[in-house]
C-alpha cells in the first residue's frame, strides 16, 4: 500500500481516538504502526487488550472505498504528518490522525479562531447573541468555529456568513451524514471537518469526541448560553483543559440557560458583550490582522408576515412580478435591499420549485457564487431549500 492508505486503514479502524495517537506517539506513522510484531500492541499505553484484538487483524478492505468516497465527495485527506495539518490541533489529548476537509481549509495556526458555543434550546435572547457575537469577530479580523448544531451554535455559523467571514464546521459524523444548508454553505466558503472516514457508522461518543477538534482548533471560546448541566459545559471544560482562553456571555441570573454562563463568569471566565471583547485578548498574537470595528448587530432579517389569504394558483408569470399578497414576501418593498448577484437569483427561479442546476444555468453565475447566494437568501427567509435541491420563494418568511 502507498503511504496514504495505511493512515485510511489507521483512521478507519474500530478503536478510541486515543489508542490511534498512541499508536502515532509510538511508532511514528501509520505504515510503521501497521508492521509492528505480531503482540505489541498489546503493549502500548492508551491501547486497550480488545482494540490490540482488533488492530492485529490488520483489516485493509475498506481502504479503497474510502478513497474513491473521498474522490466523490470532493473530500481532502489531511493526515497527522502533513504540512497542512494543524499544529494547534497536535498539542491536544489525542489528536486525530487523519482529517477529512471539504471546501478550503485557511491557515488555522495564523487565524484568530473562537468557538462559538451554546445550548440548543437557547432563548431568543441567546440565539441572537450568538450571531451578532460571531458576526462581529469575523468582521473585526477573526473567524468562527462552529459545531453547527440546533440552537446558538447554528446561529454563530449564520453570523459569520452574514459577515462574509471565514467559519470552520466541525462535524461529529462522518461528511455524508451532514445534509444541512449551512454545512453545505461552509463547503463553499469555508471549510467542514470530520475525523471520520466516508462509511463510518455514527455513535454516540463522536458528538463529545468532536469537542477536543473545536476547541483545538481555537485560540477561545465564548459560552452565550447554557444551563449548568449540559454539553456546552462540557465543551468549556475541554477548552479549559487544553488551556484555551474562556469566555462568556452574561444573563438572567433567574434563567437556567443562564446558570452555567454565570458559574463561568465566577470562576473566572471572561464576561463579554461584543466580538471585540474577545478578540482584543488576542491582538499581540495576531498584529495588524484585527481591528474594534464597533458593537454593530448582524443584519436584521425580515418580519414574518401573516398569512391572511391562501396561496394563490400558480401562474406562468413569475413570482417575484405577482400583485402583492399577504402571504408573500413584499419582494417589490424588498428588491432595493438586495445586491446585484442576490437579485438574479431571486429572479431565476420562476415556478414553483427551482433545481439549483437551472438557477446556475440562468444567471450565469460561479455555482460557489450561487451556492452562497442562496444560503444567505435562506438565512434572510427569502427564498426555501426544498428535497432534492430545489429552491422556491419562500411565502412564509420569518
Not at 477561545?220 to 469566555?247: C, D, I, M, Y
Request: glycine share 8%; hydrophobic share 40%; with cysteine.
Amino acid at each position: 500500500m502507498a503511504a496514504l492508505e495505511y493512515w485510511i486503514w489507521l483512521s478507519a479502524a474500530n478503536v478510541s481516538p486515543r489508542a490511534k495517537a498512541a499508536l502515532i506517539e509510538h511508532f511514528g506513522d501509520a505504515e510503521a504502526a501497521y508492521f509492528a510484531a505480531k503482540g505489541v500492541y498489546a503493549l502500548i499505553p492508551g491501547v486497550t487488550a480488545q482494540e490490540a484484538e482488533r488492530l492485529e487483524k490488520r483489516d485493509r478492505s475498506m481502504v479503497n472505498r474510502i478513497l474513491g468516497a473521498c474522490e466523490e465527495q470532493h473530500l481532502q485527506i489531511l493526515t497527522y504528518q502533513d504540512a497542512g495539518y494543524p499544529r494547534r490541533l497536535k498539542n491536544i489529548f489525542a489528536p486525530p490522525v487523519v482529517l477529512y476537509a471539504r471546501g478550503k481549509l485557511p491557515d488555522v495556526d495564523a487565524e484568530a479562531l473562537i468557538s462559538v458555543i451554546g445550548t440548543r434550546r437557547a432563548s431568543y435572547y441567546g440565539l441572537k447573541m450568538g450571531r451578532d457575537l460571531a458576526y462581529q469577530i469575523c468582521r473585526d479580523g477573526g473567524a468562527v468555529v462552529s459545531l453547527l448544531t440546533n440552537g446558538v451554535d447554528a446561529k454563530a455559523a449564520e453570523g459569520a456568513l452574514l459577515a462574509e467571514g471565514r467559519c470552520i464546521g466541525v462535524l461529529g459524523t462522518a461528511h455524508e451524514e451532514e445534509h444541512g444548508l449551512l454545512a453545505q454553505e461552509l463547503a463553499v466558503r469555508g471549510a467542514l471537518l470530520s475525523e471520520y472516514p466516508p462509511g463510518t457508522r455514527s455513535q454516540r461518543q463522536f458528538f463529545r469526541e468532536r469537542n477536543r477538534i473545536a476547541a483545538g482548533l481555537s485560540v477561545g471560546v465564548v459560552v452565550v448560553e447554557a444551563p449548568a448541566r449540559s454539553g456546552t459545559r462540557l465543551f468549556a471544560n475541554e477548552a479549559l483543559e487544553q488551556g484555551k482562553e474562556l469566555f462568556a456571555v452574561p444573563g438572567n441570573v433567574d434563567a437556567e440557560n443562564c446558570a452555567g454562563c454565570l458559574e463561568l463568569i465566577k470562576n473566572g471566565a471572561k464576561l463579554v458583550t461584543c466580538g471585540w471583547d474577545v478578540l482584543e485578548e488576542f491582538t499581540g498574537l495576531f498584529p495588524g490582522r484585527l481591528q474594534d470595528r464597533g458593537a454593530e448587530s448582524a443584519p436584521v432579517l425580515p418580519e414574518k408576515h401573516k398569512e391572511e389569504e391562501p396561496e394563490p394558483p400558480v401562474e406562468e408569470k413569475k413570482d417575484v412580478d405577482k400583485e402583492k399578497d399577504g402571504c408573500y414576501i413584499d419582494l417589490r418593498e424588498q428588491l432595493s435591499q438586495l445586491s446585484g448577484d442576490e437579485l438574479a437569483v431571486v429572479t431565476a427561479i420562476e415556478r414553483e420549485s427551482t433545481h439549483v442546476d437551472d438557477i446556475i444555468a440562468k444567471t450565469g453565475l460561479p455555482t460557489a457564487a450561487v451556492l452562497r447566494v442562496l444560503t444567505l437568501l435562506s438565512i434572510k427567509k427569502y427564498v426555501k431549500r426544498n428535497p432534492g435541491n430545489f429552491y422556491s420563494l419562500n411565502i412564509t418568511a420569518k
